[in-house]
């Protein structure tokens, strides 16, 4: 018998492109509610404990109800939310982060999807920390831009339906002005700085698709490291892995300008070190689909994992 899978939430943006990634799977059992049913707790508690596998596409409030609803131990919970991505007893699902990451998945029953913003963030910069090409105190900060798909309904409504009294059709704009993205602890803490990054993202009007880029002043750093030195720890990193890649000094210097919609209904992850002609500072960029590695992409990808699949099935 085939693993069965329930998504809670398979109506928001995030569970409607899971749902596309599994539906025409073979090795897999989609279990679903009817419409009318999806709220009903005592349905909801049923198909989650019938489950192998739950992938939570919900609000974090209601994403720690669904988890209180979970009585059996042999269920693997996959929560997109934000609200277990450094919760004690919950391993993150980013299986490139590290050696023997895939292992702690694989293991695991509780695992946090990442974050679309710390997906990219975590690539650029922990192998550096790791490294010690960054010292964990150094001020670390990384800005961007995202499709508008990656905020909340409330957000795609200002920039899809006319009729919202919100609605816009301003090209670009920032956000997160107060400094306290809710990214922030998983970026600080995956990525292994002692300080919080300074982080400022900003939505553009496309759906989906992002950038995300973290500046150095190599010159400052200890040790003063090159961009060679900065290009080939991220290519160790993540040699051999199929959705992580490092673009070459050569393909690089090639680049005049990034498109945020290039990788948009994959699972890539494509990182870039773009250096000044004198070598002394370096742009750290990120490019990949936020409903694909960032949310979607990554779900299906830890749920290959846990559930003892190809870890390339349906992506």
């Not at 998983?186 to 989906?208: D, K, W």
Request: aromatic share 6%; hydrophobic share 45%.
């Amino acid at each position: 018998m085939s693993p069965r899978v329930f998504i809670d939430g398979e109506s928001g943006t995030v569970g409607l492109e899971i749902r596309e990634r599994l539906a025409a799977r073979k090795d897999l059992t989609l279990l679903s509610l009817e419409s009318d049913r999806r709220r009903d707790v005592e349905a909801r508690r049923r198909m989650l404990n019938e489950s192998d596998a739950a992938i939570l596409c919900l609000p974090d409030g209601a994403a720690g109800e669904a988890v209180a609803l979970v009585e059996s131990n042999s269920v693997a919970v996959i929560d997109a939310s934000t609200a277990h991505r450094t919760a004690p007893g919950w391993t993150y699902g980013f299986p490139e982060m590290a050696a023997g990451q895939r292992g702690s998945i694989a293991a695991a029953r509780r695992i946090a999807n990442p974050g679309c913003w710390a997906t990219a963030f975590i690539a650029l910069v922990r192998p550096l920390v790791a490294a010690g090409l960054v010292p964990a105190d150094w001020p670390v900060s990384a800005h961007g831009v995202s499709g508008y798909s990656g905020g909340s309904k409330a957000m795609i409504a200002e920039f899809e339906d006319a009729s919202s009294p919100d609605y816009t059709e301003v090209p670009f704009r920032l956000y997160a002005l107060g400094l306290a993205h809710k990214h922030l602890p998983e970026m600080q803490a995956y990525a292994g700085l002692a300080r919080r990054p300074l982080f400022s993202p900003a939505v553009g009007r496309y759906r989906q698709g992002m950038l995300v880029e973290t500046p150095l002043q190599l010159e400052a750093l200890p040790g003063s490291p090159t961009p060679a030195d900065v290009r080939d720890c991220l290519a160790e990193a993540y040699e051999g892995e199929r959705f992580v890649e490092v673009a070459s000094e050569a393909q690089a210097a090639k680049i005049r300008t990034l498109d945020p919609e290039s990788l948009n209904g994959g699972n890539r992850l494509r990182l870039h070190v773009f250096a000044s002609e004198r070598g002394d500072q370096a742009r750290l960029v990120a490019l990949l689909d936020n409903l694909g590695k960032g949310a979607a992409g990554a779900a299906v990808q830890n749920l290959n994992i846990v559930l003892g699949l190809p870890e390339t099935s349906g992506l």
